[in-house]
């Protein structure tokens, strides 16, 4: 029994420090969530092509073979 009230206690303080975050930091309305979520999903796109360029897959490592390799590095400096 007196467990059960000690995690009643808890639950209730939870509940008030939860109510209390919530003045505090009002939860975002709809659009801002949306927005937020686009947001997110945009980023782990960029993120998964950067990580599959990393491995050697993708567009930007048929770029990097195609590329023309300078034959001195008085060369690669102009050519930038």
């Known amino acids: 029994m007196a467990a059960a009230r000690a995690a009643a ?3 209730v303080q939870k ?7 919530r003045e ?13 979520e686009t947001d997110l999903e945009r980023a782990m796109r960029a993120l998964a092509t950067m990580q599959n360029e990393l ?4 567009a930007a ?3 990097l073979k195609s590329a023309k390799v300078p034959s001195a590095r008085t060369d690669a400096y102009f050519d930038l």
């Open 15 to 21: 509940e008030t420090e939860l109510a209390a975050m």
């Open 55 to 58: 491995k050697g897959k993708g």
């Open 9 to 11: 206690a808890k639950v």
């Open 61 to 63: 490592v048929e770029r």
């Open 24 to 36: 505090v930091i009002p939860p975002p309305t709809r659009e801002t969530a949306t927005a937020v």
